[in-house]
């Protein structure tokens, strides 16, 4: 009985070139997903001050208003006709 096992190792194909690829793409994929998971925990210190005391507020002249007209183009006025009985 003993004769008969074969404790050889199994035989492993060589991967192949696309699965090389699918392999480092996944493992790039994972590193850059933990550094964007990273990057909004740790806080980023800042290592000057943005002057936004200096940047004026958008008055409500600036700001733009929505057109009604755009809404009114859209809506065509339903032609009226008598019904026939």
Request: charged letters at 30%.
């Amino acid at each position: 009985m003993a004769a008969e096992l074969d404790f050889s190792p199994p035989e492993i194909p060589e991967p192949t070139f696309m699965e090389n690829v699918l392999r480092y793409g996944l493992f790039f994929g994972a590193i850059f997903q933990l550094i964007c998971v990273l990057a909004i925990i740790l806080p980023v210190s800042k290592s000057h001050k943005t002057d936004s005391d200096t940047f004026e507020p958008k008055n409500s002249e600036t700001v733009k208003k929505p057109k009604a007209t755009a809404a009114q183009i859209s809506k065509k006025p339903k032609k009226e006709t008598k019904k026939k009985r």
